[in-house]
């Protein structure tokens, strides 16, 4: 324990937890005075951040004592209006009544009419496991609008993704190029590596078309119109093919390019892999011998396979390798091509590659770590092509973003970068095979009242028999996940969630439990209608929503939309996991996981959202939380996580470290009873540092995946291809084009699913565009959230709210002059969809076409505990007023109403910065506050009735009882 | 004026590195953390959950554009006092609160004495020193004395609070005077400069510049192997 310079009585502590300003999760290590907070810093024995913390987690102080905190269960008043946020108090023991009457009469008749949506929770093993056992389909988190595209198109292609699951390697990488990225989701770690990277003289490009955050260190910013990457990248990967700068030895081996794929367009089996035995699946793909001139099976014969050229198979089967279809593919997509689509210049495009193919010839790292290989290859060193990139929001945040992250990761593939020393490297548990992830429940028949689900609420289909959907190929789903609307939809569509329950399309729901998710505000595009809905009501006055349960630890906008309001607590004051089944805090060389231990008890009756969901499972009889005899199997959270495993004995639970009776285990064991207190004394993180012949290409790399199916991270050992072809996509193709027996698709998505599915990568302009006046609407829009509030609760921050109180729209100075906008003008910005008033500002850091702003940092009147005049209601205002969650709706050929979500085809990751606006001065006499404004609500039980006008904090006066 | 400098005496300071300041406010934020527990806390905040919040920072960021599309830089430069060698707020101080500390330079405010008069701040040309509204004191940066004084504290935590948060290590802490001290090598490695020299104030804070020279090197370099 250390102690301060302090009075002699005072009483000091220091504690260490994990962080949850953000999504992030460093280590911090708090210091209490008189049990108050003191100091919280980051941990320096924490591997994640190493003592570093941001502006947000060094505001935790003001977090925890938020006037904006809510301290007690509440229900809407009756008699009174939903939306009017006119609460009561009520016990937690009636609260638990309540839930468990209206969910155990759903769970018996009707389970899937029980939606549960989260937000940046970090607890998705356990709320995921709650709705399946519950037995719902509805369930998901928010990545289906945030950066789904991202860990589909990455998944699908290498068997890992950016974040959690993989990264950059900067500290040995020569390049780093990052794409559509401010801020980040690993957010120090990565400012900590992008400033050794730069020290240690590395170049850093950063295409983006604003040059804020990491870009504003970059060596160099590419200004590129949003929406656009997919083209940038299609010409880099023409270009790198012409200059002939691609690790065509990487390639060969280690990806799909040399796989022969049927080419007969009179065959059922056009655009599959061909295989030795003759039929359509298995890992006996072929490649192309030119020695012997024929087809051999792959990795056996020969080391040189063609990977151009087109053959035709002893069976009589024309073929042509994948890597030949690629080069067709991009043959016409030159840098002046994509010159004109980018707004980054032929001779731009053709430096980059360039710069890249230098590397690829000049620059490998070698490393002399020995190593074998699935196919039994002894290795002496491990290679690779030190060039990394990082993409995040900016390429996924468009409906053409799945296939703009599949031809990144070609291009990835191709440079020799995945799981390689200086490139693109995995983090435990993955690299996966998407044949071996969860599969979503397949018909109506995978969900029957009082029965889990059969399937996980999410999962990822490699074929038409893996989406869920009715006999007649309808969505079962109430955001159509998994439907042939969004059939790769892996992480749900929350941004559909509310209009589909309001409209009751595909039906209604009864209950709507959320956590930690603001679809009343920012977390919803269409914020305005959507709160509409969320009011509104039948002719005979019941809800169209019938029930609405908000948990969350302030009073944000989504409060005032509930029925029942559940208090929850404030990270510091509960028990959380990291959990590494699933989205653990893992390193390169090792899988980590981390917990939270309360440092400060609860406020008022707050209860973590993890003991509602305990509670509620065993009141429900959910048979994963009770025993044989009936009985409630898990005393509360915290003694779930010790003993809950995956199966009864399998050895695998929520956390990796100290397991088994005595805690010598990791990874697999039986439960330890004392596993908290251990995480408790190794600063709340486990830590497996694998042996260095595990580090690299895992995806091939024997001695890690012997090791990985022991542990139960693979289920086998085999290579999991890097994938230049989707075959999983042709798949869906072929169902639409007819071709293939099995599920079709409905005829009016035939079309549809044909050109999104296609199995190469391809640029397409977003889909709103088709729909939009370009020459009224002709600029792009987009968002980005600064550092010291990305993924954050903390508009009613005080310190926080001083960097950011209100937002601008940014204009390029250009363009703001030729319509006579000056800088802090109030001006409109305006869609197809709606119109926003805010005040402007002028930069030279921002491309011409572009206009943008901060995100979430506009607020409703009265929301999050702040005056009715703050900054953030009155100067704040959200761009989601001006972006919709559908596209317009349309009239197919079949005659149907079609109504389809505004976002990626393939994934249904939300379009949010697709969207296309104009600008113009707002009148001299009109109102000087953002437009629109929305009535307040009410006051609820325990709100301050009055604001401090002074905020003098000094821990451990004792005066944080009162707030 | 000239500035009479002892280069053998101990003048602890920052040098900030502007070629990986991302601009992320840790360095603001976790110094209003401290300091408003320390000695000299609390740092108030006005109108904290009204309109027009503001409060008393002793280190803030300011993010400015350089040069016009496409060849735009956007700097991010955190401030807080330069703890001039020659602090012109020092000898404008009616009662002395200001002082510069003998043994190391940091320059200082006794509240003890300080009356609230503001001569220093409008002395100071750099506007680092906030009077303190609701104490009606004169606060700044103390290079945040009260952990690197407290012996009780580890060696690795003796060091400002901003230092130790900053997630990118632009914050370098030592003793400018001390050659073999990490701030004093990184003003002799990078170019470490001071703000405007021709004041005579003669800053301690050090800036290290951009360092975007290597790319055209490179891209020449690359050019020259194809």
Known sequence: MDTQTNTITDKIEVKTTTCYMCACRCGIKVTLKNDEIRFIQGNPDHPLNQGILCAKGSSGIMKQYSPARLTQPMRRKHGTKRGDGDFEPISWEETFTILEQRLSKIRATDPKKFGLFTGRDQMQALTGLFAQQFGTPNYAAHGGFCSVNMAAGMIYSVGGSFWEFGGPDLEQAKLLIMIGTAEDHHSNPLKKELSKFKRHGGRFISVNPIRTGYSAIADEWVAVKPGTDGALLMALIHQLIKIDGFDYEYITRYTNAAELVNIDSASDWEGLFVHQSGKRDGADRLWWDSDQNCAVLNHTQTNKPALTGEFCTSDGIKVKPAFQLLVERVAQSTPEWAAAITGISATKIESLAAEMANIVKNGQIELPITWTDVWGIQHKSVKGTPIAFHSMRGTAAHSNGFQTIRALSILMILLGTIDAPGGFRHKAPYPKSIDYLPKPPKSTADFQPNTPLNGSPLGWPTSPEELFVDDSGNPLRLDKGFSWEYPLSVHGLLHNVITNAWRGDPYHLDTLLIFMSNLAWNSSMNTGEIRNMLQDQHPDGEYKIPFIVVCDAFSSEMVQFADLVLPDTTYLERHDVMSILDRPISEYDGPMDSVRVPILPPKGQCKPFQEVIVELAGRLNLPKFINADGSRKFKDYPDFVINYETEPGSGIGFLSGWRGADGKKSIKGEPNPNQWDMYANNNCFHHYAMPEEHHYLRNFNRNYQEWAVEVGFLPKVEPIMLSIYSEQLQHFRLAAQGKRTGRQPPDHLRERIKTYFDPLPFFYRPLEEAYTDLIKYPLNAVTQRPMAMYHSWDSQNAWLRQIHAHNFLYINQQTASKQGIADGDWIWVESMHGKVRCMCKLSQAVEPGTVWTWNAIGKAKGAWSLSKDSNESQKGFLLNHLIAEELPEQVSVQGNLERLSNSDPVTGQAGWYDVRVRIYKAGADEEQITSPQFIPAQDYPGMKKSRPKWLTYFAGKGDTNDR | ?226
């Open chain 2, 1 to 226: 004026m000239t500035v009479e400098t002892n280069s053998k005496t101990k003048q602890l300071a920052l040098v900030i590195d502007l070629n990986v300041c991302v601009g992320c406010q840790a360095c603001v934020t976790s110094c209003k953390q401290w300091n408003t527990s320390g000695t000299a806390g609390p740092l108030a905040d006005h109108n904290p959950y009204d309109a027009d919040p503001v409060g008393t920072f002793f280190n803030r960021v300011q993010t400015f554009e350089v040069g016009e599309y496409p060849d735009t830089e956007v700097v991010h430069f955190p401030k807080s006092c330069l703890h001039c060698e020659n602090p012109p707020c020092v000898p404008v101080c009616p009662t002395g609160a200001s002082y510069k500390r003998a043994e190391d330079g940091i320059v200082l405010v006794d509240y003890d004495k300080c009356i609230g008069c503001n001569y220093c701040s409008w002395a100071c040309p750099w506007g680092v020193r906030e009077l303190d509204e609701y104490k009606k004191v004169m606060t700044k940066c103390t290079l945040c004395v009260d952990r690197i004084d407290d012996e009780t504290l580890e060696e690795r935590d003796r060091k400002p609070a901003c230092v130790l948060a900053c997630p990118t290590n632009a914050r370098i802490f030592g003793d400018i005077h001390d050659p073999e001290s990490d701030a004093a090598k990184a003003i002799e490695n990078r170019g470490g400069y001071q703000l405007m020299p021709e004041w005579e104030t003669n800053p301690s804070n050090h800036y290290l510049p951009r360092d975007n020279k290597r790319f055209a090197e490179q891209n020449q370099a690359a050019e020259e192997q194809l």
